[in-house]
C-alpha cells in the first residue's frame, strides 16, 4: 500500500522497550533501597543504573524516529498528518514533534530521563537509590500514556507511531480499505497559525523542561522520608529546585510574551486556566524553596519543606490532567480538547498523591521538634512569605478547578464573570503582602537580629519609596488607593533591596536572592504599569449613540486611503494591502499633524490574518515598541475573508432587460443600446458563444460614457468578462442571455471601499516588565551558579 | 497557644474566604429560559449558533454591535446581542458560550467564548469529512 511501516515498528519498539527498562530500574532500585546494605558497593545499583541508562537511550530513539517520521512526511502516521505538513520550515517541524498530546508527553519523558541520568552520577550516595527508584515510577506512568494499550477494551494512552487507519474513528472508514488510499492524501494538517511563531518554538519544551525538573524536589523528598533523614536532601536539592524555577519561569514568560506577541487577547496574561495551572507549581516552588532556606539554615520547618517540595510535582501532574483531558472545554480559550490521556494521567495523579501520603504517615511521629520561632527573625518572616505564596497558589488552583469540581459534586458553577477582574482583586493584596515582606525578611538576620536597629534600617528607603509614590500619583493622575498601595510597596521592596545591595552589603550575604526579590517586585511593578494602565485609544467613530449599556466602543473602522485620529497624538491611514501565501497583511501607517496642518509620517504596523484553511484563520496583532510604550493593534474584522465579497462588490440592481430599455439607478441613467453575439449569423451553438452589450451610462448632468460587458461560453464554461467604469464605480454584468430575443439579466454593482475594523491599545512602560523578568532570571542563575560552585568544591 | 497556631488559623481563614468569594462571585450555567426570568442578573448560557439566520453585522454603521440566534442545550432560540465585531469563523464555531444578561427577550452578551473544533485539536466528524471531500 506504500505505507512506510519500519518506522513505527521501530518507534512502537522503543516505548515498549523503555517501559520495561524504566519498570525493572523502578523494581531493582526499589529493591536496593530496601536492603540494609544499600552503599555504592551493592550489585544492584549498577544493574539499575544500567536499565535506567538504557530506558533513556530508548526514549532518545523514540524521539528521533518520531522527528524522522516528520521530516520526510509519511502522512500515513496520524500524528505526522495531524501536526505537520510539506510547507513547515524545518524549525516548526520541530514544533509540529510537540504540537500534540503524545510528542509532548515524550518530550516531558526524555527530558525527565535526561535529568534522572544526572542525578544518577551526581545525587549523594546515600539517597541515591530511593531518589532513582521514584524517578523511574515516575518514568514508568508518563511511557504508560504514549504506550496506548487496550486493557479490556478501555483505551489507555494514545501512541504517536500510531498509522491514520488505525486511529478509532478511522477503523471502520472504507476510504482506508482501497490499497492506494495513500495517494489521496497529498499533505498533512498542518501546524496550527497561531503556533507558527518563535516563541512559539521555544515556549514548550521550556516548560517541559521545567514541568520535569520539578521530579527532584519530590523524589528527594520521598528518599529523604524512606531514609528517615530530613537534612541531607536539603543541599542537593536546592540548586534543583532554583532550577525548576528559572526553567518553569522562562517558560511561563515565553508563552506571556508568544500570547502578547500573537494572540489578540490584549495582553500577556489573562488568567486562563492553562495558564493558571502552570503559574501554581511555580509559585509553590518559590514557597518550597524558602521552606527548604529555612529547614537548612535554621534545623526548622522540616515538614513544609518536605510537603511542599511534594506539592508542587503534584501540581505538575494537575496541570497536565486540568489541560489535556478536556474538562476545561468551556472556560479555556487554550482548551486542547478531550483524549485519551485523562485516564492514565488521573491515575499517575492519584498514585503520585497516596505515595508520598504514605511515607508522611509512617514518619508523623519523627519530624524534629522546630523550638518557639522568634519574631524579629529572618525565617520567621520567609515562612509568613511562603505562605502567602500557598493561599495565592490556593486562591488561583481553587478557582481554576471549578470545572473539576462540578464534575466530582455535579455542580454546575460558572468561574467568576469578570475572570481578569476577580484574580486581580485577590492577588494584589498578596501582592503587597509579598513584597512588604521581601523587605521586612531581608532586613532581619537568622536567628534573633535585635529588633529595633534591624528596622532603622530600611527607613531611608521608605521615606523614598513615599516620595516616589506622591510624584507616581501626581504624574500618572490615578487615585487608586489599592493600586497606590500595591505601587508604595513594590517600589519600597525595590529600593530597600538596593539599598540592601550597597549599603548593607553584609546584612544581606545572599546576592542572588536579593536580585531575584528585585527582579520579582520590577516584574510585577511592569504588570502594573503596562497592563493596569493600558489605554484604549480606537474609537467607534460612526456617530451611534449607543447608550450607557453599549459602551464597548473600541473598534474603529478604516477605510482604505482615509486619515483618521487615532488617540491623542496620531492619526492613522489604512494605506495597503498586503497579499503572501499565507498572510494578508493590513498596512496601517501612523502619522502626526503639524501646525500647518500637514501629516507626517512615522511608522507602519502590519496587522494580518493568517490564513490557514484546515485550521481556521487567525488575527494576528502588530505592535510599535518604544522604550517607553507600545503601541498594540490588531484587526477586529476584515471582508477579505468573505468569499462572496471577494470583489467588494454591493449590488445595486438586478433586472431582465431588453435592448432600448432605459433604468434608473441612484446616481445614473441607463439605456441599452445594442446587443450583437458572434454567433448571431451561424447556428446558435450554447456551448460557444459571445454575447457583447453597449451601455450608454447617463450622469445627472447628461454626459456619457460607454460601458461593454461581455458573457461569454467557451467549451460549455462561462466567463463573465466585467466591464468596470472608474469614475461612476459601476460594475456591469451580464448574469444570463434569457430566452426572449435581444434581452439579458444584468447586474450592475458598485465597488465598496476596502475598509477594516481595528482596534489599538498603548501598553506604558512594558519593558518594565520585560527588565523585571531579566533580572530576575538573572538571580537565579547567580544562585544556581553559586550553590553549585560549592557543591563542586 | 504559639505565634504560628494564630498565622495558620489567619490563612486558614484567608483560604476559606477564597472558596466563599469565588463562589459567591461565580455565575452558573444556565439557559435562556432560566435567565428570562431574572433579567439583569448575569449568567452564563452555552449554546449554538443558529447558521440559517446568520450572524449581522452592519460594520459601516456601528463596528461595535453584531445580533445572531442562537439554541440553547434545551432548545430554546433568542436572539443575541454582543458588543464587538464579529469574531473569526463564527460560522464555523461548533459551540458557543456567552455571558450576559436577559433584556426584553433580547440576551445582551458581554462575552462569547467560541468553541471551534477546528481551532486547536481536530474534531474527529471534521477529519472524516475531509477525507470524503478529498477523495
Known amino acids: ?793 | 497557644m504559639k505565634k504560628i497556631h494564630i498565622i495558620l488559623i489567619l490563612i486558614i481563614v484567608i483560604a476559606i474566604g477564597a472558596i466563599i468569594s469565588t463562589v459567591y462571585n461565580a455565575g452558573t450555567y444556565s439557559d435562556f429560559t432560566e435567565a428570562a426570568k431574572h433579567p439583569g442578573k448575569t449568567f452564563q448560557i452555552i449554546g449554538v449558533l443558529n447558521k440559517e439566520k446568520g450572524v449581522l453585522f452592519d460594520a459601516k454603521n456601528n463596528p461595535d454591535q453584531i445580533s445572531f440566534y442562537i439554541r440553547d442545550e434545551k432548545g430554546v432560540e433568542k436572539k443575541v446581542i454582543f458588543n464587538g465585531t464579529k469574531p473569526l469563523d463564527f460560522e464555523k464555531s461548533d459551540k458557543v458560550v456567552m455571558t450576559g444578561k436577559m433584556e426584553n427577550d433580547v440576551f445582551v452578551a458581554s462575552s462569547i467564548l467560541l468553541k471551534c473544533p477546528s481551532k486547536f485539536t481536530k474534531d474527529k466528524n471534521s477529519e472524516e469529512k475531509e477525507f470524503k471531500a478529498k477523495k
Open chain 1, 1 to 793: 500500500m506504500g505505507e512506510h511501516l519500519l518506522p513505527g515498528q521501530l518507534g512502537h519498539f522503543f516505548i515498549l522497550f523503555a517501559l520495561i527498562a524504566a519498570f525493572l530500574a523502578a523494581i531493582v532500585f526499589i529493591g536496593a533501597a530496601m536492603k540494609k546494605s544499600d552503599d555504592e558497593f551493592s550489585i544492584l545499583r549498577p544493574f539499575g543504573m544500567i536499565l535506567f541508562s538504557l530506558q533513556t537511550i530508548m526514549l532518545i530513539a523514540a524521539f528521533i524516529t518520531l522527528y524522522y517520521i516528520i521530516s520526510v512526511h509519511y502522512f500515513e502516521y496520524h500524528y505526522v498528518w495531524q501536526y505537520s505538513s510539506k510547507s513547515l520550515s524545518s524549525g516548526f517541524l520541530f514544533s509540529s514533534l510537540w504540537a500534540g498530546q503524545e510528542g509532548s508527553i515524550l518530550l516531558w519523558a526524555l527530558f525527565q530521563a535526561l535529568l534522572g541520568v544526572w542525578l544518577m552520577f551526581s545525587s549523594s550516595a546515600k539517597l541515591k537509590t530511593p531518589v532513582m527508584a521514584v524517578v523511574s515510577l515516575a518514568q514508568v506512568f508518563l511511557i504508560i500514556m504514549i504506550l496506548g494499550v487496550n486493557v479490556f477494551g478501555i483505551h489507555f494512552g494514545s501512541n504517536p507511531f500510531i498509522l491514520l487507519r488505525e486511529t478509532a474513528e478511522n477503523i471502520n472508514n472504507p476510504f482506508f480499505k482501497d490499497s492506494f488510499y495513500l495517494t489521496f492524501i497529498s499533505d498533512g494538517n498542518g501546524l496550527n497559525p497561531l503556533l507558527q511563531n518563535y516563541w512559539m518554538l521555544w515556549h514548550p519544551p521550556v516548560l517541559f523542561l521545567g514541568y520535569a525538573a520539578t521530579i527532584i524536589p519530590f523524589a528527594y523528598t520521598i528518599a529523604g522520608l524512606w531514609k528517615k533523614d530530613y537534612f541531607t536532601w536539603l543541599k542537593p536539592v536546592i540548586p534543583w529546585t532554583v532550577f525548576s524555577l528559572l526553567i518553569l519561569g522562562l517558560g511561563l514568560l515565553l508563552g506571556g510574551a508568544w500570547a502578547y506577541e500573537d494572540l489578540t487577547f490584549g495582553g500577556f496574561w489573562s488568567w486562563d486556566p492553562v495558564e493558571n495551572a502552570s503559574l501554581v507549581p511555580w509559585l509553590l516552588l518559590v514557597a518550597a524553596l524558602h521552606f527548604m532556606l529555612i529547614a537548612k539554615k535554621r534545623n526548622q520547618s522540616f515538614f513544609p519543606a518536605l510537603l511542599f517540595a511534594v506539592l508542587i510535582y503534584i501540581f505538575v501532574i494537575y496541570a497536565g490532567f486540568l489541560t489535556r483531558s478536556g474538562i476545561l472545554a468551556n472556560t479555556s480559550a487554550h482548551a486542547f480538547g478531550s483524549n485519551m490521556l485523562s485516564k492514565p494521567l488521573l491515575v499517575f495523579l492519584v498514585s503520585f498523591i497516596v505515595l508520598p501520603l504514605i511515607f508522611f504517615i509512617l514518619n508523623v511521629r519523627k519530624f524534629p521538634k522546630s523550638a518557639q520561632e522568634n519574631i524579629w527573625s529572618r525565617e520567621f518572616w520567609m515562612f509568613i512569605g511562603a505562605l502567602v505564596l500557598a493561599v495565592s497558589s490556593f486562591q488561583i488552583i481553587f478557582t481554576t478547578s471549578l470545572p473539576v469540581l462540578n464534575k466530582l459534586f455535579g455542580w454546575h458553577i460558572s468561574p467568576p464573570l469578570d475572570r481578569v477582574e476577580f484574580y486581580n482583586n485577590w492577588q494584589l493584596p498578596f501582592a503587597v503582602g509579598i513584597a512588604l515582606l521581601i523587605v521586612i525578611a531581608q532586613f532581619f538576620l537568622y536567628g534573633d537580629s535585635g529588633k529595633k536597629e534591624q528596622l532603622k534600617k530600611p527607613a531611608l528607603s521608605f521615606i523614598v519609596s513615599v516620595v516616589l509614590l506622591i510624584l507616581y500619583l501626581f504624574i500618572s493622575g490615578h487615585y487608586d488607593i489599592k493600586e497606590a498601595l500595591l505601587f508604595f510597596a513594590l517600589i519600597f521592596s525595590v529600593i530597600a533591596s538596593l539599598d540592601l545591595l550597597f549599603r548593607f552589603y553584609r546584612l544581606s550575604g545572599n546576592i542572588a536572592a536579593v536580585i531575584s526579590h528585585i527582579g520579582f517586585s520590577v516584574f510585577i511593578l511592569g504588570v502594573l504599569l503596562a497592563f493596569a494602565h493600558s489605554e484604549i485609544i480606537s474609537q467607534n467613530t460612526s456617530g451611534m449613540n449607543l447608550g450607557k449599556r453599549f459602551n464597548d466602543s473600541e473598534n474603529q473602522l478604516l477605510t482604505r486611503g482615509q486619515i483618521v485620529p487615532l488617540g491623542e497624538k496620531y492619526f492613522v491611514s489604512y494605506s495597503k494591502f498586503i497579499e503572501e501565501e499565507r498572510e494578508l497583511k493590513f498596512q496601517l501607517d501612523f502619522l502626526t499633524r503639524n501646525d500647518q496642518g500637514k501629516y507626517i509620517y512615522h511608522f507602519s504596523l502590519f496587522p494580518s490574518i493568517l490564513l490557514n484553511e484546515q485550521m481556521g484563520n487567525a488575527f494576528k496583532p502588530s505592535t510599535k515598541r518604544f522604550i517607553n510604550k507600545d503601541i498594540f493593534t490588531y484587526l477586529t474584522f476584515s471582508e477579505k475573508l468573505n468569499n462572496d465579497s471577494a470583489q467588494n462588490l454591493r449590488e445595486l440592481i438586478q433586472k431582465e432587460i431588453t435592448v432600448g430599455d432605459t433604468i434608473k439607478i441612484p446616481k445614473n441613467k441607463l439605456v441599452f443600446d445594442t446587443l450583437y453575439s458572434d454567433a448571431a449569423n451561424k447556428k446558435i451553438d450554447t456551448n460557444n458563444l459571445r454575447v457583447t452589450v453597449k451601455i450608454k451610462v447617463l450622469d445627472s448632468i447628461g454626459n456619457h460614457t460607454w460601458a461593454s460587458p461581455v458573457y461569454a461560453v467557451k467549451e460549455g464554461k462561462v466567463n463573465f468578462e466585467d466591464s468596470y467604469l472608474e469614475q461612476e464605480n459601476l460594475s456591469f454584468r451580464i448574469e444570463k442571455i434569457s430566452e426572449k430575443r435581444n434581452t439579458i439579466l444584468l447586474r450592475v454593482s458598485q465597488k465598496l471601499p476596502d475598509m477594516i475594523i481595528i482596534k489599538a491599545k498603548i501598553f506604558p512602560f512594558i519593558n518594565v516588565l520585560w527588565l523585571g523578568a531579566f533580572i530576575m532570571m538573572a538571580g537565579f542563575i547567580i544562585a544556581i551558579w553559586r550553590r553549585v560552585r560549592k557543591i563542586i568544591e
